[in-house]
C-alpha cells in the first residue's frame, strides 16, 4: 500500500545508492531525505554532533600549527564523509525501515556491484578484451579508482573499489539473514554467492580475513549445533564439487595463488609499507600527545598530489596527524555516539558490545593496509558496527515460530 512515508524511503534508497555509488549527488540527495523528515534530522543532528564539533576542534589546532588550509579542509572533508553517512544510515526512522531499509539497500547495491565485476571479467573472457581496458574506461566515466592487478596467462583481475571495504562487515549480517530468516532464500543466496565472487576479486588478503573471520561468527552466534553442522557439510560438499569438477577451483588457484603461492613476489606493497611504517613512526614520536594536525604530510610519501596527506597505511598516518590524546578522544566519541546514542537498553547485551568492539577493532586495523578508514566506505562499516544486532534481531521475526523457539 503506498503511505506518505513512500517518496521518503524512495530518497533514502537513492541516497544509498549514491554511496554505494561515490557519486557526489549522495550529499544533496542526504540533505533532501533530512529536509523531508524531521525525525530524521533531529536523530541525524543528535549523532552527528558531537563528532562535528571534535572535528573542527582539530581543524582549529591544524591551522594553528600552520598546515594548509586546503590540506586540512581535505582531510576533515574526508572524516567528516564517514561520520555523515554513518549518521544518515543510523537516523532513517522505524516508519520508513530503519536500520532494515538500509542493510537491504546497502546489499542491493553491493550486488550491483558484485554483477558489473563478474560482467568486466566475462567481457574480457568472451571477446579477448584484456579487462584492464574496460577498468581504464569505468574508471574514465565513473571518476572512481578501481585497484587493479593481472592474473599471469588468465582473463582474470583484480577489481576492488574503496566500498569493498565494508562487504566483510556486510557479509556478517548475510550469513545471518540466510541462518535466521525464512524469506526469499534462493534469491539471498544467490546474492550471497555474489557477494563472495565480489570480495574474492578484491585480491585482498586483509579483506579475506577479515570476512572468513566475520562469516564463522555468526555461524557460531546465529543458528543452533545442527544447524552449524547443516552448514559446514553442505558448504564442503558444494564446495569439493565446484573445484573438483568445473573451472571454478581453476580460477580459485589463481586468484589466491596470485597472493599466497610460492612464487608470488608481495615484497613490492609489502616493503612499501614498511618504509611507510618507518617513516610515519618516526613522525609520531616527535610530537606524540597532540600530532601535527589534520592536513600534515610527509613530502617523501606522497600517494597521490591532490591528496598528500592520505597514505596507504592511514591508521598510523591519523596516529601522526592527531596523536595519541586526539586518536583516544576520537575513538572515545565515537563510542559514545555508538553505546549511547545508537543502542537503547534492551540492546547493551554482552554479545552486542563485543562484536561492536571487535568491528572497530577491524575497522582500525584494515586502516593498517588501505587507506579507507573514511570516506563513504568508512560510513558504513561504522553503520554495521552500530546497528548489526538491530539488522539481525528483525531477522528473528521472519522466521517460523518453530525454528525461532529451537534458539531460545
Not at 517518496?7 to 533514502?12: A, G
Not at 565485476?117 to 578484451?129: E, N, Q, R
Not at 586468484?255 to 613512526?281: C, E, M, Y
Request: include cysteine; hydrophobic fraction near 50%.
Amino acid at each position: 500500500m503506498f503511505t506518505i512515508h513512500e517518496p521518503k524511503k524512495f530518497l533514502s534508497k537513492i541516497a544509498i545508492f549514491l554511496i554505494m555509488g561515490r557519486s557526489v549527488l549522495c550529499i544533496p540527495m542526504i540533505g533532501l531525505h533530512l529536509v523531508c523528515d524531521s525525525r530524521a534530522l533531529a536523530r541525524f543532528f543528535k549523532l552527528i554532533a558531537p563528532l562535528t564539533l571534535l572535528i573542527f576542534i582539530f581543524a582549529v589546532y591544524s591551522l594553528n600549527q600552520i598546515n594548509e588550509l586546503r590540506w586540512v579542509l581535505g582531510q576533515s572533508r574526508d572524516i567528516m564523509l564517514a561520520f555523515v553517512v554513518f549518521a544518515f544510515l543510523a537516523s532513517i526512522p522505524a516508519s520508513f525501515g530503519g536500520e532494515l531499509l538500509a542493510y537491504r539497500s546497502l546489499k542491493s547495491a553491493a550486488i550491483f556491484i558484485a554483477v558489473a565485476k563478474v560482467l568486466i571479467i566475462a567481457i574480457g573472457a568472451v571477446t579477448g578484451i584484456d579487462p584492464m581496458v574496460i577498468i581504464k574506461l569505468i574508471t574514465k566515466v565513473w571518476d572512481i579508482h578501481l585497484m587493479t592487478l593481472g592474473v599471469d596467462d588468465s582473463f582474470l583481475t583484480r577489481l576492488q573499489i574503496p566500498i569493498d571495504s565494508a562487504t566483510p562487515f556486510l557479509l556478517y549480517v548475510v550469513v545471518s539473514e540466510l541462518l535466521l530468516s525464512n524469506k526469499n532464500r534462493i534469491r539471498n543466496y544467490i546474492g550471497f554467492a555474489l557477494l563472495l565472487i565480489s570480495l574474492l576479486l578484491t585480491f585482498s588478503r586483509f579483506f579475506w580475513g577479515c570476512g572468513l573471520l566475520l562469516m564463522a561468527l555468526s555461524l557460531i552466534f546465529n543458528s543452533k549445533l545442527s544447524t552449524k553442522m547443516y552448514f559446514i557439510i553442505g558448504a564442503c560438499v558444494i564446495g569439493y564439487i565446484l573445484y573438483a569438477f568445473t573451472p571454478v577451483g581453476d580460477y580459485f588457484d589463481k586468484i589466491v595463488g596470485t597472493r599466497f603461492g610460492a612464487n608470488v613476489n608481495n615484497s613490492a606493497s609489502d616493503s612499501f609499507r614498511i618504509t611507510q611504517k618507518a617513516a610515519l613512526s618516526q613522525r609520531i614520536y616527535d610530537n606524540v600527545i597532540f600530532g601535527h594536525g589534520l592536513g600534515y604530510y610527509l613530502p617523501s610519501l606522497i600517494r597521490a598530489s591532490d591528496t598528500p596527506y592520505l597514505y596507504e597505511n592511514q591508521t598510523l598516518s591519523m596516529i601522526m596527524n592527531l596523536g595519541f590524546v586526539g586518536s583516544i578522544l576520537l575513538m572515545l566519541t565515537l563510542g559514545m555516539v555508538i553505546f549511547g546514542y545508537c543502542y537503547n537498553q534492551q540492546e547493551t547485551k554482552f554479545l552486542n558490545i563485543m562484536l561492536t568492539l571487535l568491528f572497530l577493532t577491524l575497522w582500525v586495523a584494515g586502516g593498517y593496509f588501505n587507506p579507507l578508514l573514511f570516506g563513504s566506505s568508512g560510513g558504513v562499516i561504522l553503520f554495521f558496527c552500530a546497528r548489526h544486532h538491530a539488522i539481525v534481531k528483525n531477522f528473528k521475526t521472519d522466521s517460523s515460530p518453530e525454528f525461532s523457539a529451537a534458539r531460545t
